[in-house]
């Protein structure tokens, strides 16, 4: 099955499915392997980390990839755009804080602008750096996101796209995790879809075996949107609306609602050794397990590239299909 759409004629691609950068799961054989099934595989550079990023690009080989970084961190670390455009990535995507001055180095160096948005000034920013593709990213996401459903905020960034800058790609993320998902993200109006969650539950993710089954057994309600996991990591997202989804687990019920008293040292120093511990453990229950509510529709661990002919195969059936109408 091809689904063919501007995403998909523009990048070279077979599928409209785009790996997201998730930092440190999203690693170069991830993208290796979305890349290789017809996708678009971008590494996830996250806060960034010039060792972990040679390390990436290399394990990816010669497979077309692309990366993303955290906006606001790489401000801290503005030559880590650098090593990555000397690269020759097949995209950057930035997220989370002000594009600029990051995005004039990007289409200076001639290589595709993805941003991702979680607001309407935010898409507004992005069409005035210049970018070829926006991610119009939704609160079920995993990971970090803003406040907006995906479900409103991909047919008003449509909208204003078709109204200001024609020409940009429109990319839905958040909760897209099969055919059922990628079909309405398209008939809302995007060109192609940004999966992190299904693609954390793939043999090619640098996720332990504890997240997988942790995300398998999870249903949509597993998750919650706390500040408690910043805290422990020493993360601090300077926007207020951007908060991470994870598993809601004996982590989160021990710290959520305890924010203060995790901030305060020595109790913050000794719940961040517990968590990293647990991170390294693959211990899923006592660290933080970044992932969406599209754990819900996640039953298996299964290849990347046979997630994408799955989405792919079933999204088609059902645009050929139509809606599920009672006849008469
Ligand atoms: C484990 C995890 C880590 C993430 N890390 C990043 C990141 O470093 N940079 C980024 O732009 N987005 C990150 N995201 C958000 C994704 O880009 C994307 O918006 C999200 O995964 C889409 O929703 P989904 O998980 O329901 O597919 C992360 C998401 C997850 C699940």
């Keep these: 099955m091809r689904l063919r759409t501007r995403l998909t004629e523009r990048f070279g691609i077979e599928h409209p499915i785009i790996l997201a950068p998730m930092g440190v799961l999203a690693g170069g054989r991830l993208a290796a392997a979305v890349s290789n099934g017809g996708g678009l595989g971008l590494i996830g550079g996250g806060y960034g980390d010039a060792a972990w990023l040679d390390a990436e690009f290399a394990a990816a080989g010669d497979a077309r990839a692309g990366c993303g970084f955290i906006t606001w961190s790489l401000a801290n670390a503005p030559e880590l755009l650098d090593l990555v455009l000397a690269r020759r990535p097949a995209a950057l995507m ?147 609306d951007l908060v991470a989804r994870v598993l809601r687990n004996r982590f989160v019920a021990t710290w959520h609602g305890r924010e203060a008293e995790l901030t305060e040292l020595p109790a913050r120093t000794a719940a961040s050794e517990r968590y990293w511990a647990a991170f390294d453990a693959g211990d899923a229950d006592n660290t933080g397990v970044l992932m969406g509510e599209a754990a819900g529709i996640i039953h298996e661990v299964r290849p990347a590239a046979g997630i994408m002919a799955d989405m792919v195969e079933e999204a088609g059936r059902l645009l050929a299909a139509g809606p599920r109408l009672v006849a008469g």
């Design 94 to 240: 930035l997220s989370f804080g002000a594009p600029e001055p990051f995005a004039t180095r990007v289409r200076a160096a001639g290589v595709p602008l993805i941003c991702q948005v979680q607001s309407m000034p935010r898409a507004r920013a992005a069409i005035a750096a210049g970018a070829d593709v926006i991610v119009a990213q939704g609160t079920e996401s995993g990971g970090h996101s803003g406040t907006r459903s995906m479900l409103n905020l991909v047919p008003e960034v449509a909208d204003l796209l078709a109204a200001t800058a024609p020409d940009t790609i429109l990319v839905a993320a958040g909760g897209i995790a099969d055919g059922r998902t990628m079909a309405a993200a398209l008939m809302l109006g995007a060109d192609g879809v940004l999966v992190g969650t299904r693609f954390i539950v793939s043999p090619e993710s640098a996720a332990p075996a504890g997240f997988h089954a942790a995300i398998v057994q999870a249903d949509g309600d597993s998750t919650i949107k706390t500040r408690t996991v910043d805290i422990a990591r020493h993360r601090f997202w300077p926007e207020p």
